[in-house]
């Protein structure tokens, strides 16, 4: 899960869009999300190095992953299922608040289904639903804390802006 709706993009897209968010608290959700979805692309990593411990190149092929040990060998490569390379095209920073905080809301969504899909062909392997079933919760809580900091941003840009006439420089 390494593509651009996987850890890696979320990661980058997040403390990307937090210099340019006008709100601080919604800025530290951004950090403190895109920080943890790099803890979260290190369990994956460690979850796909796992599995293939140890395997032969014979296995890998027979399990449809020839064509990537043949690039990468036992290495963790960033790539999606499909074993398209990892790219940062697809991130998305307008520095627009509202946009940049919508795209986030439907990334983890997209995560979140993607854990599901994930789950349902891991189901016959505990040491590996468990973590995923893990990852897939944290997913539901960075959506719930972007629907926070989309929130804030609509209540600042929603405030009245008053402007004081007359006042001398320096007096507030």
Request: hydrophobic share 40%; aromatic share 8%.
């Amino acid at each position: 899960m390494v593509d651009q709706t996987g850890e890696l993009g979320a990661s980058i897209r997040y403390l990307s869009q937090r210099f340019s968010m006008p709100e601080k608290r919604a800025a530290a959700i951004l950090n403190d999300v895109g920080t943890e979805e790099l803890g979260h692309l290190e369990m994956v990593g460690a979850m796909c190095h796992q599995l293939t411990k140890g395997c032969t190149a014979e296995e890998l092929e027979k399990a449809g992953l020839g064509d990537y040990y043949a690039d990468h060998g036992w290495g963790t490569f960033p790539q999606s299922a499909a074993g398209m390379p990892w790219t940062a095209a697809g991130i998305a920073v307008k520095s627009d608040p509202i946009a940049d905080l919508q795209e986030n809301l439907s990334a983890e969504q997209k995560a979140r289904a993607t854990y599901e899909k994930l789950i349902d062909l891991c189901k016959d392997d505990p040491e590996v639903l468990d973590p995923l079933r893990f990852l897939r919760e944290r997913e539901v809580v960075h959506f719930q804390r972007f629907g926070e900091a989309l929130r804030i941003v609509q209540d600042r840009l929603a405030q009245k802006k008053f402007y004081m006439h007359g006042m001398k420089k320096g007096c507030y």
